[in-house]
């Protein structure tokens, strides 16, 4: 069984920054592809980006492409968000999610686990 468990959400203003955690246990971090999605209040979960288990590769939603910077420390058993020049249209909680097949995908049924989510809201 696999945990996961989110951090580094908040309030922040429009243009800011935030980063984004996600601390694995209880599985072998460094096999599984690592993605993060979000959903915001009346709206689907929708796909951010994902990086494969070795951090080769990387995939973004066109919405954050150039903003958003995912990343891993397979040492550590995490995997980060980096999100610059925030947007209100970010706010949402956000989910990171581990796929066991270890490549990317955007389909948010291929992921395994799941964290609880941290809320992050953007002012205007």
């Known amino acids: 069984q696999v945990q996961l468990v989110e951090s580094g959400g908040g309030l922040v203003q429009a243009g800011g920054s935030l980063r984004l955690s996600c601390a694995a246990s209880g599985g072998t971090f460094s096999n599984y592809a690592m993605g993060w999605f979000r959903q915001a209040p009346g709206k689907e979960r929708e796909f951010v980006a994902v990086i494969r288990r070795s951090g080769s590769n990387t995939l973004y939603a066109d919405s954050v492409k150039g903003r958003f910077t995912i990343s891993r420390d397979n040492a550590k058993n995490t995997v980060y968000l980096q999100m610059n020049s925030l947007k209100p249209e970010d706010t949402a909680v956000y989910y990171c999610?581990?796929?066991?097949?270890?490549?990317?995908?955007?389909?948010?049924?291929?992921?395994?686990?799941w964290g609880q989510g941290t809320q992050v809201t953007v002012s205007s």
């Open positions: 999610a581990a796929d066991l097949r270890g490549y990317e995908s955007v389909d948010y049924s291929t992921y395994a686990y």
